[in-house]
């Protein structure tokens, strides 16, 4: 279905399909992410190349926990495409690192076949890495080793004044005693041939991006939280835990919220009432965090998640975002190089 502001861009008359934005879903858990992800999708779909999707969830990542992470059961998903779910068994630790690499080769594929890409999650550092200038400089044993010898021969001083001639923004924001942040950052030059700061996370998008936030007041929040657990608790959560521990959990997999407080009860270290009641309390407070990550960025336009327009207002703001990467290709306007300054900041939940 076509929306009124014509994303095929048949308006000018040209081919925008390998500059289409990327619509980016964020927010804290239990706003309905998913849904307004799947109504995007589908309003953004055009004939020949429907709009399809892009897990940015860290615990989506991983087969098996589905209950637990909210995952959307296939014959849900409305038939829209949906990438980066199911991919690692939940025996591995995941990697943002990896995550990046793999989500931008599907945006790359999404944007090959001439479709919208929906990004939706609730893992900041995931929605970063994939959308912002995000670098992983790799390590090497040797130059590490070579460093901490010369901090325990010469002293962490010594280093820290090295890294203050040869990048002294580095230094300023390293005290001069953190021994392993030095060390790090002057791997990270000898490796890259870099200052260290060149290589610290920008918010910058590496390709045209909005980002659409969903946010409610605290209260409801707080209710729809609570029913969600209960829902996960009657769809089987504890037979999922018990049934994905049985198959192997690595250290990333059995922090998950919803998974920790379950293992506890099936190790019988607390009972399931109380597990119930910390899986309540610990999503609660994850959805605090999610919103101090995500109102940090300016860049994100914040909607009300009970607003019965959230929808239109959602394809109003992918609208102006369209329109704006087309001026940016015709050279009318600058490319952004920093945050939108006029996207409201929000700090906390019901701010």
């Not at 008359?13 to 927010?27: E, K, N, Q, T």
């Not at 897990?55 to 990542?61: C, E, S, V």
């Not at 080769?105 to 550092?125: K, P, Y």
């Not at 609208?319 to 940016?328: G, L, N, T, Y």
Request: proline share 5%; with cysteine; glycine share 8%.
């Amino acid at each position: 279905m076509k929306t009124e502001h014509d994303p095929t861009g048949a308006r000018d008359g040209g081919d925008r399909r390998d500059r289409r934005v990327v619509v980016a879903v964020v927010g804290p858990t239990a706003t309905g992410k998913s849904d307004l992800a799947l109504d995007l999708a589908e309003r953004l779909s055009v004939p020949g190349a429907p709009a399809e999707i892009v897990n940015a969830d860290a615990y989506q990542l991983y087969r098996g926990m589905d209950v637990g992470t909210a995952k959307v059961p296939v014959d849900e998903r409305r038939g829209v495409r949906h990438h980066l779910l199911d991919v690692i068994d939940p025996v591995e630790d995941a990697s943002v690192a990896r995550y990046q690499a793999e989500a931008r080769r599907v945006l790359d594929e999404i944007a090959t076949r001439g479709a919208r890409a929906v990004v939706v999650g609730g893992s900041g550092l995931y929605v970063r890495a994939l959308l912002d200038d995000m670098r992983f400089p790799g390590t090497d044993p040797a130059v590490r080793a070579a460093l901490e010898a010369r901090a325990e021969a010469e002293g962490t001083r010594a280093l820290h004044d090295e890294l203050a001639r040869r990048d002294p923004a580095a230094a300023a924001s390293i005290g001069p005693a953190n021994t392993r942040r030095i060390v790090r950052a002057l791997e990270v030059m000898e490796l890259t041939g870099e200052p260290f700061t060149a290589n610290l996370p920008r918010q910058a998008y590496v390709r045209p991006t909005v980002q659409v936030g969903l946010d409610c007041d605290r209260e409801v929040l707080d209710t729809r939280v609570a029913g969600r657990v209960e829902r996960m608790w009657a769809q089987g959560l504890v037979d999922e835990v018990r049934r994905v521990e049985a198959q192997g959990m690595g250290r990333t997999a059995r922090r998950a919220v919803g998974y920790a407080e379950v293992l506890a009860a099936l190790h019988g270290e607390t009972t399931e009432d109380a597990a119930r009641e910390a899986v309540t309390a610990n999503t609660r407070r994850l959805a605090r965090k999610q919103m101090g990550w995500f109102g940090r960025d300016p860049r994100v336009h914040w909607l009300d998640a009970q607003s019965p327009t959230r929808i239109e207002d959602a394809l109003t703001l992918v609208a102006r975002a369209d329109e704006h990467a087309d001026a940016v290709a015709r050279g009318d306007v600058p490319e952004p190089d920093e945050a939108d300054s006029d996207a409201p900041v929000r700090r906390s939940l019901g701010s």
